[in-house]
């Protein structure tokens, strides 16, 4: 959306030169960068996942060696874990003995006490992040677009368009916000806004460079 907005602020000054052929190829450069970014997006969330669980599990290779060629030392580093957490002595060393009945069970405790790491999630499919993460960028970053070409059949008035283009981004930016404190279970006037003002100064700063970039290269004359 910020991106969107930031191609919008160019609307003003190649309208002048010609309405039915610079607003298209404003357009068209917006969902061009739109596209670009949510493959850059969702390649990125891909990758990154399939990175993180590659690690748990050579971290997993390295700690199952560990518990089962050096059992005394792993058991007695997870009982001064536990007892450090606050648990009886006693108690610690009964947990602890269970725990070493089963190998798999003691490999995830001794990772997430020794390294802070949890078990890979089998469920977790990188590519399908990196798929929800480019839907997610394209329906939301879209937005501002599309209300923009709606509006054209309907209004000549820019600025009217341009703010329709601000509300319908508010109006995304606040059900992502809804959405998020649903699933994460926050509050969600506190969800809206924060999420509300992380992308008005998000949305601000692409719009600024954006009018920027206008006067620098001298389209602003053109308005003369």
């Known amino acids: 959306m910020p991106l969107s907005l930031a191609f919008l602020s160019f609307l003003p000054s190649v309208l002048a030169l010609d309405p039915l052929v610079f607003i298209w190829h404003v357009l068209v450069l917006g969902f061009s960068n739109l596209v670009a970014d949510a493959i850059s997006m969702g390649f990125g969330d891909s990758v990154s996942a399939s990175s993180e669980q590659e690690v748990i599990i050579e971290e997993r290779k390295v700690t199952e060696w560990d518990v089962i060629n050096q059992r ?3 058991q007695s580093e ?3 874990h536990y007892q450090a957490l606050g648990m009886d002595c006693n108690d610690a060393t009964m947990v602890v003995n269970i725990f070493t009945k089963y190998k798999d069970i003691m490999v995830d405790q001794r990772m997430i006490a020794d390294k802070g790491v949890l078990p890979a999630d089998q469920e977790v499919k990188p ?3 990196g798929l929800v993460t480019f839907a ?6 879209s937005i501002p677009l599309l209300s923009f070409i709606i509006l054209i059949p309907f209004t000549d008035n820019d ?5 329709s283009a601000c ?5 995304a930016l606040a059900l992502l916000g809804v959405a998020k404190a649903r699933i994460a279970g926050q509050n969600m006037m506190f969800s809206v806004a924060v999420t509300l003002f992380s992308g008005s100064i998000a949305a601000a700063s692409a719009y600024l460079v954006g009018w920027m970039l206008k006067h620098v290269t001298g389209l602003e004359r053109v308005d003369e």
């Open 136 to 141: 997610s960028f394209m329906l939301f970053g």
């Open 159 to 163: 600025s009217i368009k341009f703010v």
């Open 72 to 74: 005394k030392k792993e």
């Open 127 to 129: 590519w399908k992040n």
């Open 167 to 171: 509300l319908a981004s508010a109006l």
């Open 78 to 80: 997870l009982i001064n």
